[in-house]
C-alpha cells in the first residue's frame, strides 16, 4: 500500500514537473522542468545506475547515482531512475548519459544531447519615422520628421529600428516591403545588424537598422514590417506591426526669398525686425543664417527675429536653404540698418534702395526741368501778347477823333438849319 502511494505519488509529480523524454536530441524551454528517462533501469529501486553529466555547469563529467543526494538542486535522481531538471537554463545545455543495470543483468545506455531555448518578446519597429525621401539614402533608424538645421546633412530619416529582446539562441531579423522580404543589394537596400547578449542571463537582444532608396515615381506610403525568425526549426517566425512613412518626391531648391519686416529693413533704435526665410521645397529644406558673410551662432529656424535692434545688429543678412539631394542655396541678401527718429522715411537697408533712390533724383530732375520750361513758356507767351495790345490801343483813339470830327462838323450845320427857318 505505501509503495503504491509512493509510485502515485512520483506519477502526479512527473505530470507537474513535464513530460518524460526518451529521443536523443532535446530542445528544452529556459525556466521549465525537464526529465530524462534512463532507458532500461528497473521502474523501482532497488537499481543499479548511474548518470553522467557533460554541460555549462560541469568542469567535465559529474556522476549522479540514486543513492548520491540532489545536486545543488539542479538536477536529482526520481525513484524510477529518472533525471529530473526542476528548471532548465542555459548553463544546462549539453550530454547526458545513463547507464543502467536490468534485473536479469543486461545493461542498457541512453544518450542525450540537450538544448535551451527561450522565445523573446515580440519584435517592434521603434521611433518609427513619417518621411522619406525618394533618390535617396534613408537610413531606417532613429528619426524626426523634420530636422530643420545641421552643418552636416543627414540621410537619416527613415521607417526606425527593429528590435528584438530576450531570445536565446540569438536568432534572426528579417526586414519585409510590401509583404516580401527585402533583400540587401549594397545599393538601395543594406542592413546593418547589432547583437548584445545579458551579462546575466545570457539572453540576446538584436537590433537592426535598414538603409533604403526608395525610387523615384514608385508607392507614396510603402509597407515596412520585421520578423523575427528562432533557430529552431519548427518554430514560428513573430513580426512586427507595420509601418508606412510618406514617400516625398523632392522639389529643386528655388527661388529662396528673405522676406523683411518692417519692409525695407529700415528700423529705429530699440525697434524689432523679423526676417522669414520661404522655399517651396519638399520636404522643407533646412535653414540657417548668415550675417556679413559669416553663418549666425543661432538655433535653426527659418525665421529671424532681432528684438531690441541696436548698431551691434546692422549689416547684411541672407539664409541658407539645404537639402540631401540638392546643393544649398542663399537667398539673396538685405540690409538691416538703423535710422533716427525724424528721418524722412526708411530709404536705407532696403532690397534695391540704390535703385529707388535713383528713381527719386531722377523724377526730381524731370520736376524742375518742367516747371523751367513751364516759365519760360509763360515769359515768351507774355511777350508776344504785349505788342498786339499796343497796336490795338492807337486804332481805338483814331476811330474816337474820328468819331469826334464827325460830331462836331453835324452840330453847326445842324445850328445854320435852325436860323434859317422861316
Known amino acids: 500500500m505505501a509503495a503504491g502511494a509512493a509510485v502515485g505519488a512520483w506519477v502526479l509529480v512527473l505530470s ?13 524551454r529556459i525556466g521549465e522542468p525537464l526529465v530524462l528517462n534512463c532507458k532500461g533501469a528497473p521502474k523501482k529501486p532497488p537499481q543499479q545506475l ?44 549539453g550530454t547526458f548519459r545513463c547507464r543502467a543495470m536490468s534485473r536479469n543483468g543486461k545493461e542498457a545506455k541512453s544518450n542525450y544531447r540537450v538544448r535551451v531555448y527561450q522565445i523573446p518578446g515580440k519584435p517592434e519597429i521603434i ?40 531570445g536565446y ?46 525610387a523615384r515615381g514608385g508607392a507614396p506610403h510603402p509597407t515596412f514590417s520585421c520578423s523575427f525568425s528562432p533557430s529552431f526549426p519548427r518554430r514560428r517566425a513573430l513580426h512586427t506591426a507595420p509601418v508606412q512613412p510618406s514617400v516625398w518626391e523632392p522639389v529643386p531648391l528655388e527661388d529662396v526669398r528673405l522676406v523683411v ?22 520636404p522643407p529644406p533646412q535653414i540657417h543664417w548668415m550675417k556679413d558673410g559669416m553663418p549666425l551662432p543661432l538655433p535653426p529656424s527659418p525665421v529671424l527675429i532681432l528684438p531690441e535692434v541696436g548698431p551691434q545688429d546692422q549689416g ?32 536705407a537697408g532696403s532690397v534695391g534702395g540704390s535703385g529707388l533712390g535713383t528713381l527719386a533724383l531722377a523724377l526730381g530732375i524731370l520736376g524742375g526741368l518742367g516747371t523751367v520750361a513751364l516759365i519760360i513758356g509763360v515769359i515768351m507767351w507774355r ?35 435852325g436860323t434859317g427857318g422861316p
Not at 522619406?132 to 537619416?156: D, E, H
Not at 519692409?263 to 522655399?279: I, K
Open 169 to 214: 539562441p540569438a536568432g534572426t531579423l528579417s526586414w519585409h516591403l510590401d509583404g516580401k522580404p527585402l533583400v540587401p543589394d549594397g545599393k538601395g537596400v543594406s542592413v546593418k545588424e547589432e547583437t548584445r547578449r545579458h551579462p546575466e542571463t545570457g539572453l540576446f537582444t538584436l537590433q537592426s537598422e535598414l538603409m533604403v532608396t526608395p
Open 383 to 417: 511777350k508776344r501778347r504785349r505788342p498786339g495790345e499796343e497796336r490795338k490801343v492807337p486804332e481805338n483813339q483814331e476811330e474816337e477823333e474820328e468819331c469826334a470830327e464827325l460830331n462836331q462838323s453835324e452840330e453847326p450845320e445842324a445850328g445854320e438849319s
Open 50 to 93: 548511474e548518470w553522467k553529466l557533460n554541460t555549462g555547469r560541469t568542469e567535465a563529467w559529474k556522476v549522479l547515482s540514486p543513492q548520491g543526494g540532489p545536486w545543488d538542486s539542479v538536477a536529482r535522481v526520481l525513484p524510477n531512475g529518472s533525471l529530473l531538471l526542476p528548471a532548465v537554463g542555459i548553463h544546462d545545455e
Open 127 to 166: 521611433d518609427p519615422a513619417f518621411e522619406l525621401v525618394a533618390g535617396v539614402p534613408n537610413k531606417v533608424v532613429v528619426s524626426r520628421r523634420y530636422q530643420k538645421w545641421s552643418c552636416k546633412q543627414k540621410g537619416s530619416m527613415g521607417v526606425g529600428t527593429c528590435v528584438s529582446e530576450g
Open 16 to 28: 507537474l514537473w513535464g513530460a518524460v523524454v526518451s529521443s536523443q536530441n532535446i530542445t528544452a
Open 316 to 347: 547684411i543678412y541672407s539664409c541658407v536653404a539645404t537639402h540631401p539631394s540638392h546643393r544649398p542655396q542663399e537667398s539673396p541678401a538685405v540690409s538691416i540698418s538703423i535710422i533716427e527718429t525724424g528721418e524722412a522715411g526708411p530709404t
Open 261 to 282: 519686416e518692417p519692409e525695407g529693413g529700415a528700423v529705429t533704435p530699440g525697434g524689432t525686425v523679423t526676417m522669414t526665410c520661404e522655399s517651396p521645397a519638399q
